[in-house]
């Protein structure tokens, strides 16, 4: 069965230092990976993604994220948070085990960054 | 702007009422998909539509719940008998865009409170 790990509830950060949340996977065949972010009683708004290529992916708003195969791992990164990336993190796979390529959603992480 | 909406965006209903959902897709997509995320959780799969085929139902998917695509256009999620386990935020989603073919798009999302 394909899974997403996302192994910190809440990651806390002082604005302007470096941020990273973690996110593990277990998939059968290569993977499609995923980051979204998520705003108070809002929906999903996508980050980033990983299909193949350059382990090191960059996205939105600053973010990037390092695909490692060995350690089946695709963590979030940002070398200066600001306040306003305070929110609610999801790392997701694609699921191809049905044919129709939804995803699979790890419980999330809560970023807060302080001033 | 994530070319999708949902109305309503808030539904409070007694136990035991029906109640429905709709997405609108902005412009025309194919690959729509519906997920339910419960408080401190990530999103769960529900459906998936290509057109206006329903062409995958999670278990999640009980017989109380019944969602259509009828024109291949917009698409409504219905809960007969709503139980107080119903309470989540309703989301639906576009494949394909400008990331990409493999990346989802989410609408706002129908928040439902069951008293």
């Known amino acids: 069965a394909q899974s997403v790990a996302q192994p910190e509830d809440q990651v806390n950060v002082a604005e302007g230092n470096p941020l990273t949340v973690k996110c593990t996977y277990s998939v059968s065949g290569n993977p499609y990976l995923f980051w979204y972010v998520q705003y108070p009683n809002r929906g999903l708004q996508f980050l980033l993604k990983y299909i193949t290529g350059d382990n090191l992916v960059k996205g939105s708003y600053g973010f990037e994220a390092e695909f490692n195969k060995s350690q089946t791992s695709f963590h979030l990164k940002k070398p200066s948070a600001l306040v306003s990336d305070s929110a609610l993190y999801f790392c997701?796979?694609?699921?191809?085990?049905?044919?129709?390529?939804?995803?699979?959603f790890g419980a999330g992480t809560r970023l807060a960054v302080h001033p | 702007d994530t070319g999708v909406s949902q109305d309503p965006r808030h539904k409070i209903t007694k136990r035991g009422q029906n109640v429905t959902f709709r997405c609108d897709p902005i412009s025309e997509h194919n690959r729509l998909y519906w997920y339910r995320q419960t408080l401190g959780q990530g999103p769960e799969f529900l459906t998936y539509?290509?057109?206006?085929?329903?062409?995958?139902k999670s278990r999640l998917l009980s017989d109380r719940f019944s969602a259509e695509r009828p024109k291949g256009s917009f698409s409504t999620l219905e809960i007969q008998r709503t139980e107080q386990g119903d309470s989540a935020m309703y989301l639906c989603?576009?494949?394909?865009?400008?990331?990409?073919?493999?990346?989802?798009?989410f609408g706002p999302g129908t928040r439902l409170t069951v008293l």
């Open positions: 997701a796979v694609r699921d191809r085990s049905g044919g129709y390529n939804k995803l699979i």
């Open positions: 539509f290509q057109n206006e085929a329903q062409l995958e």
């Open positions: 989603a576009l494949r394909g865009g400008t990331e990409g073919t493999d990346t989802q798009y």
